[in-house]
């Protein structure tokens, strides 16, 4: 059986509506163009605020994906 | 253009809802004294336990505002 | 007034649905054996992808509750 | 049942005497000014150094406390 | 000679008199059930306030011990 | 000899110039409303980039004063 | 399809011979009384020291097994 | 309005001059290649020495940019 | 002379036998497409397990490189 | 008026008494051969642990000296 | 080829200038009686406030240098 | 029964062949010159690359040895 490596990288998803949906927003734009997403872990979860309420939920995420033979 | 300064504060929201839940309501709280809120970041997650359920969610969040000139 | 002495344990919890509902399983599957329970602390928020979209939410609690006397 | 909103600043206390008595005196200056303290959580424990001896302990505490309705 | 292996449990012990009062009311309660305990480590230390003062000091601990062969 | 309290505050302070003048301007706000700073933490360095060039520095700090007695 | 709960406990193995054995010391020791054992984490590596050389590596791992419905 | 999604990297800028100026050196080389730079951070300071003075200062820093639609 | 740049990335290098032996593997990946390796850096070491042995020995490291001119 | 330069070093003070009392012991020592000791700062507070009761405490401090000109 | 050996140790340097300043009087005093300093990582940057201004930059760094055969 | 005072000192060990050697490594150039070393801690782990493979393991540990009387 052979060993996987695999690659990590970060990306900051943002969504107006909860913070859940920011890492949604993140996965649906990485699998765009990154095959073979297998995990994320959450980094740190921020947002900006406008008029007392918040603008956009910002949540960076770490994401590993097996690298091609 | 000049150089702004911001503060930053630490605050808990609490919610019987949801962890996004407990973070609104922490904005709603500090928006009432303090305007020009900008920005925050999730210090950590909590919660009390009753009955074997969840009686608080309490959201830890650290909120940066403009300082007046 | 006696001074109380508890125990903290991590648990994983997963779910199909949401980072707060993957706590709720945990909390559902430890007080079926734990008495007491009376808080937790988020310690870190995963998942796996499966074709681009995620499959499980992992959600690591660390569980305070009272020790029997 | 409302949901409570909680302020936390960082005080740093000092003792002549021990580690917890700086903390004390950090509470008793804080209680004077702020009603409604409800925890502390030490940050970390220094100490000043005068021919060999202990001058000042001084220890960091993050105090939390109602923020009023 | 064999190799060992510990195990390392999470205490919160409480005391309304001193920090280090609370760290020997966790090994009081851990030691009526657990045999060769070895060692523990301050992982925090805490406290809850009444009235301006403190009501409970609260210090989580790790505690190490022999697991039986 | 008397016990002294200190407070501490998060401060952000920017500049175009360098993270050493983002301190400085920081400073300057801070000192404006609040007397007997005594010392200052950075907490991190971070900055806006606008054409390929860093278009404002921004150095979080940790501000310590003297409380009034 | 279920949602699994997972629970992660702390193992300090020692070996004379390597760190990696250290680690297989915790395992073999762990599988003896908890099935289902799923994976582990290297927290720390550390070493008692004996006229100059390594006595015991001893190496803290977490390790997470599958709690029975 | 749209949500949008960031992707951090980190780079180690390096600087006979200063601190502030390996952080440039990594931007000029960023942006030879990447556009919408938005923000860094910096992750860690060091430099290496010869003949008791610093011969390169080395920043790594993290750089957040725009990820394309 | 000049001022090198270096970008950092994350790669989990597995193995059956070691956790050496898995850092080396997941240089042999990145050698394949990266030139100008310089450094890494372990940031974690985990691993798989079956039937109470080690099933997969998972070690991610940071990985430096020169960045082409 | 100079700049001074310190140096800073790591020592475990051990104590039958108190977690304050193993820091006392260890500037006791410090002292005995170092000159102009200026502060220490706690890194971690252990013990050990016999017949269920604490044998020593175990404290690291980092202490800073002045280094002669 | 030889395996060599570093030892590391903790220095604050202090300036009234700036921050990269602080480190130069660190290295310069350093590297009169340590040979083969190798290189350094910044700890922390603090500083003393005097009315209002910057009285001394005060940075922690570790230094590292090969130890002789 | 007296307490005793132990130092702490950071030293990097290298090796071609493997990560523990490095440790190895440092423990016999330590010991060259220390008596009555007694436990080290792996701070971290890292490595030179030449050629794609690993050039020399860079380990760098925590020392700890008691004070003489």
């Given at each position: 059986m052979e060993d996987h490596?695999?690659?990590?990288?970060?990306i900051v998803?943002?969504?107006e509506?909860?913070?859940?949906?920011?890492i949604k927003?993140?996965?649906?734009r990485a699998s765009s163009s990154i095959k073979n997403l297998r995990w994320f872990e959450v980094i740190d979860t921020r947002g900006s605020i406008k008029d007392g309420e918040i603008e956009h939920w910002q949540v960076t995420i770490s994401l590993g994906f097996t690298m091609n033979g």
């Open positions: 490596v695999y690659k990590k990288i970060e998803g943002t969504s509506k909860s913070s859940d949906d920011a927003t993140a996965l649906v």
